[in-house]
């Protein structure tokens, strides 16, 4: 071990909220060893903005809840610690672990409970990455090097302590944070773990809880670096073991959202994790659907089990949680309100809770190359800046290209079930008369009546049927007869 001046590892108090100062002077007040460790230390050497600090002592849990009273809380089975509250902010405490005596693993080698109390020297030995075991203690601006992890991080190298095979055995989701950690600080991997993470090893991940594999997916998805450890876990044979029915491929679509995650994430915006599960999950959900509606479902009732079939699928790998899945699937039925709205309901729909996320998502799909979206993304876009006068023309006008579409495709369809054939008249029918006055008719009528009266009655040798007058006359009755029946 080496003992480091913390202004040497460029560490100072004044890079330190008041929150873990306030919890190491607790404990050292108290009688306890108190120190910073883990990623807190690690990314303050490295430059970078730390998400939150861990503290670890050689007080118990129970010990660590009289320090601090109802401000602790203790948790954890397998691994059990304590969290802090320092104003609003929450510090977890662990306390230093020792090898287990009689370790309680799982049929893999997977260590099921690890609550063994030890010395510093012996939790150094049980953490995993080497880059994780610097303790700072900032009261005495002093840092405890046990491997000189010091030249890990200036050599931006990930290295596991011990046997990188029996360290993965132990806990399989370090196969996890080898890769979060190697995208979100841009190290390399030591070639010890090269040589053994293969696709084999990963199935050792089918033991760990689809909870847990669940939080970890969140870590991964939530760090900035999304778009840059998506193709790892392609590569490590990690993808399969953590999506149940997700092709590893990465799609234009998964590509820029990963990326769109990774931009808000750096500006300090808020994400929802479940968001990029919905893209994930957006292929099968669609095959689903296909699926339902060949089997004659109409579709608010295809989409509706495609989404419960998909999400449960998927909690054979990692639970998503009731809330994500609501979210989840609201985001998927908004895609169907957004392409095809009805314009008394746009003005509304703009204003639903899932409006946000379901615009993003289409958005993000037309601009992937998603022809289907059919600009509808790019619609809401412009929208959104309108004022409320140039809206009610953006919905007037939206209106009428919608009736035009409809009259177009009524058009279409009768054009296409029209029968071609066309039937040959039974008689000659005479060209339609132009419109003439009532009196005029009325007069052509009786001339007609006495000509046909005056001819029948001189007509003794009946040459007179013949004339071509009475014989279209006698066909169109008969013709009528046929059609409509005899007159009664």
């Known amino acids: 071990m080496q003992t480091l001046r913390a202004s040497k ?25 108190a120190y910073i460790v883990g990623g807190g230390v690690r990314d303050l050497m490295l430059g ?5 600090f861990d503290a670890v ?10 320090v601090f009273g109802r401000r602790c809380r203790i948790i954890g089975r397998r691994f059990e610690l304590a969290h802090v509250y320092s104003g609003r902010e929450l510090i977890e405490v662990a306390t230093f672990r020792a090898p287990p005596k009689k370790a309680v693993t799982s049929a893999s080698g997977m260590i099921l409970r690890d609550n063994n ?64 950690f190697a995208a979100k600080l841009n190290f390399k991997i030591d070639s010890n773990i090269l040589d053994i993470f293969d696709a084999e090893m990963t199935q050792l991940l089918r033991d ?54 990774d931009q808000r994430i750096q500006v300090g915006k808020t994400i929802n994790p479940a968001f990029f599960y919905a893209v994930l999950l957006w292929q ?20 509706a089990q495609a989404g419960l079939d998909v999400l449960k699928r998927q909690a054979t790998r990692t639970v998503i949680p009731r809330f994500a899945e609501t979210f989840i699937r609201e985001v998927w039925e908004m895609q169907t309100r957004l392409l095809n709205p009805k314009p008394q309901q746009i003005e509304a729909l703009a204003g639903h809770a899932r409006f946000r996320a379901g615009f993003d998502f289409l958005l993000l799909r037309e601009k992937s190359g998603d022809d289907t979206t059919q600009g509808m993304g790019s619609w809401w876009e412009a929208y959104q800046e309108m ?33 071609e054939t066309e039937i040959e008249p039974l008689v000659d029918v005479p060209e339609p008369r132009s419109r003439r006055g009532k009196k005029e008719r009325t007069r052509q009528d009786q001339s007609m009546g006495r000509f046909i009266e005056k001819a029948t009655a001189s007509d ?3 040459t007179m049927n013949d004339h071509p007058i009475l014989k279209r006359k006698r066909v169109q009755r008969d013709l009528s007869q046929v059609i409509f029946g005899p007159t009664q």
Not at 14 to 30: E, G, H, M, W, Y
Not at 135 to 152: E, G, N
Not at 216 to 244: D, N, Y
Not at 284 to 303: D, H, I, M, N, Q
Request: aromatic letters at 8%.
């Open 284 to 303: 099968p959900f669609l095959e689903r659907c296909e699926f339902y509606l060949s089997k004659g479902v109409v579709p608010a009732e295809a989409r």
């Open 117 to 180: 109390w030890g010395t510093i020297e012996q939790d150094f030995a049980r953490r995993d990455f080497s880059i994780n075991t610097l303790y700072y203690q900032p009261r005495k601006s002093i840092v405890l090097d046990f491997c000189k992890a010091i030249d890990d991080v200036k050599n931006k190298t990930l290295r596991l302590l011990g046997d990188p095979a029996q360290r993965f055995e132990e806990d399989p989701v370090r196969m996890l944070r080898t890769l979060r």
């Open 208 to 261: 760990v809880s689809p909870h847990r594999l669940y939080d970890e997916s969140q870590k991964l998805f939530t760090m900035g670096h999304l778009a840059r450890v998506l193709p790892m876990l392609i590569e490590f044979g990690v993808w399969k073991q953590l999506f149940a029915d997700i092709q590893p491929n990465l799609t234009p679509f998964i590509l820029r959202a990963a990326k769109n995650t």
């Open 57 to 66: 002592t050689n007080a118990t849990p129970s010990q660590i809840k009289e």
């Open 48 to 52: 970078l903005n730390p998400k939150d």
């Open 460 to 462: 003794a040798g009946g």
């Open 387 to 419: 004022s409320n006068d140039e809206k009610e023309a953006a919905i007037s006008q939206y209106n009428r290209q919608k009736a035009k579409s409809r009259r177009k495709a009524a058009t279409e369809s009768v054009e296409n079930n029209k029968v």
């Open 9 to 33: 590892c460029g560490l100072s108090t004044a890079q330190l909220p008041s929150s873990i100062l306030d919890v190491i002077d607790s404990l050292t007040k108290a009688g306890y060893e």
